[in-house]
C-alpha cells in the first residue's frame, strides 16, 4: 500500500480524478436511453490511471473524481447518480486495471477494457434493476411505470423493469465503457510518459 499511495501516485490519482470530474459535468444524453441517462468521459482519466498505477489507484481516482464532482455541481440525484456512477465506474477500471496489471501489454490492456465493459454492463444493469430505479422511484416520486413508458417510447418492446434494464441501461453502458476505451486505446500511449516519468 505504502508503494501505491506514494506521494507521487497521491498527486497523480488526484490530477486524475479531478480531471475526470470535470469531464463529468459535460454530459449529454444519447438516443437509447431516457434522458437522464447522460453520457460523459469521466472514466476516461480514470482508465488511463488504472493502466498507468494499477488497480488499488483506479479506485482512489474514482473517489476523488466524485468527491470533487460533488464540490464543482452538487447532486441533483440525492447521491443516487454518484453512487451509481462510482460503482459501475469503478467495475470498469479496476476490472481493466487487474488485468493489464498481470502483463503490461496491448493484448491485455485490450483483453482488460474488454472484460471491465462486460463486467461494467452487467453490475449497471443489475445495479439499476435492484437499487438505482427504486431510489429514483422513491425519492423523485417519480411512478415506475413512467419510467417503462419512456423506455417503450423508445423500444416499443420495454413493458417492464426488466425489459427497460435489457433494452436501454445495458446498451447504453456497453456504448459509453466502448468510447471510453478507444479513446484510452488512442490516447494512453502519449500520455503513459508523463505519467510514468
Known amino acids: 500500500m505504502k508503494q501505491v499511495l506514494n506521494i507521487r501516485n497521491i498527486s497523480i490519482i488526484s490530477v486524475l480524478g479531478a480531471l475526470g470530474a470535470v469531464l463529468m459535468l459535460f454530459d449529454f444524453p444519447i438516443a437509447i436511453a431516457p434522458n437522464f441517462y447522460k453520457l460523459d468521459l469521466g472514466d476516461l482519466p480514470c482508465l488511463i490511471g488504472a493502466f498507468a498505477l494499477g488497480p488499488i489507484p483506479a479506485l482512489f481516482i474514482q473517489i476523488v473524481k466524485i468527491i470533487v464532482k460533488l464540490l464543482l455541481k452538487p447532486t441533483s440525484t440525492a447521491f443516487v447518480g454518484e453512487l451509481a456512477a462510482f460503482i459501475c465506474s469503478s467495475a470498469l477500471t479496476v476490472t481493466a486495471g487487474l488485468v493489464y496489471s498481470k502483463k503490461k501489454n496491448k493484448g491485455n490492456a485490450v483483453k482488460g477494457m474488454i472484460l471491465g465493459t462486460l463486467f461494467m454492463s452487467i453490475v449497471a444493469t443489475a445495479a439499476n434493476y435492484l437499487f438505482i430505479i427504486p ?41 459509453k465503457a466502448a468510447i471510453v476505451d478507444v479513446l484510452t486505446l488512442i490516447l494512453y500511449k502519449h500520455i503513459s510518459p508523463l505519467l510514468k516519468a
Open 135 to 175: 431510489a429514483y422511484v422513491q425519492m423523485f416520486h417519480m411512478p415506475l411505470e413512467a419510467i417503462i413508458g419512456m423506455g417503450h417510447e423508445i423500444f416499443p418492446v420495454v413493458t417492464d423493469k426488466f425489459t427497460f434494464v435489457l433494452c436501454c441501461v445495458l446498451p447504453f453502458n456497453l456504448i
